[in-house]
């Protein structure tokens, strides 16, 4: 399935803009505002080449405690990496205003931008942050990528997420950037990934560290990754390749708490653990009792709880199976 890509030959037409091809606009998208009468507005930069091509979106702060896609983001802006040679770039920093501004994965109506889509102008506050999205933002896009973070003191190592082997395009853009690892990640209902698909889109996923902390390598791997895709679509120079080959893991598999107490890992994130392993251990708090945790399966380590109180059934570690 090709998609088009003369965008940038044609007018954007934004938050009651026009954008012409060759101009770099910051436009604010004004979601709502606070009880206190404080407007929350979502900042945007579109940066329009005068050749035509395809547009890539780059969204950062889905979940508002989600640092590194915003750090990400806020990098190549900085460092004047987004103007492309042909096509447009919307990059958009933080879409949940409110998370980032309350130390929140969430909207201040608990609910989960994330799950939201494609919103409703009349519904829940994520529901019509969503629908502000696909009403402005999605029917100019052809590509994305997605910047999210570990949550709930989970660490993910770098890692993009895409449906493999069902779009040879979407396979070729998760190659081009060239995360450690790339993983086969099924739709989830009311996704951004969902919503785009559902449009005929390619967005993939790209994950790193963990909530409200800068994972510097991450957010390294984020900037050479987009740049190479950016590459890999004609809308910019050639990137530095891959510091080694990337590893594709069409299975993986999060290993769970089957008691609860304090959780010690003996293992490192992007560690390779065999089956039988022992890879940490849960002992209650009193000094009883210590049950030690063994792999049930072989592959490498993307993505670590670093919380060290556990509840049966908390997510400890996951496993990717590699091919």
Known sequence: M???MGHAAASFHLNGLTIQPGEQVLTRLVISKLPSGTVIDVPVHVL?????????LLMGGMHGDEVNGIETIRRLVRRELLLPSRGSVIAIPILNIYGFLNFSRDVPDGKDVNRSFP??????????V???????????????IDFHTGGAARANYPQVRCLLGVDPEMDAMAAAFGAPFTLHASLRGGSLREAAHNL????????????????????????????RV?????????????????IICRRHT????RFAGL???HVENGQFVEKGQIYGSVADPYGQQSVRLESPVSGYVIGLNYMPVVNQGDALLHIAVPE
Do not use: C, N, Q
Not at 130 to 144: K, N, S, T, V
């Open 200 to 227: 005929g889109k390619r967005i993939i996923v790209y994950e790193t560290g963990e909530s409200l902390r800068l994972d510097e390598p991450g957010i390294e791997e984020a900037v050479a990754g987009t740049l």
């Open 2 to 4: 090709k998609m088009p």
């Open 48 to 56: 329009r080449a005068t050749e035509p091509g395809p547009t890539l």
């Open 263 to 265: 959780f010690r890992s």
């Open 254 to 257: 999060w290993l769970r708490a």
């Open 119 to 128: 919103g409703f102008p009349r519904g829940s506050l994520a529901g019509r």
């Open 130 to 144: 969503a629908h502000r999205f696909m009403r402005e933002i999605m029917p100019l896009i052809d590509y994305g």
């Open 230 to 246: 950016m590459h890999h679509l004609g809308m910019g120079p050639e990137a530095p390749a891959p510091a080694r080959p990337g």
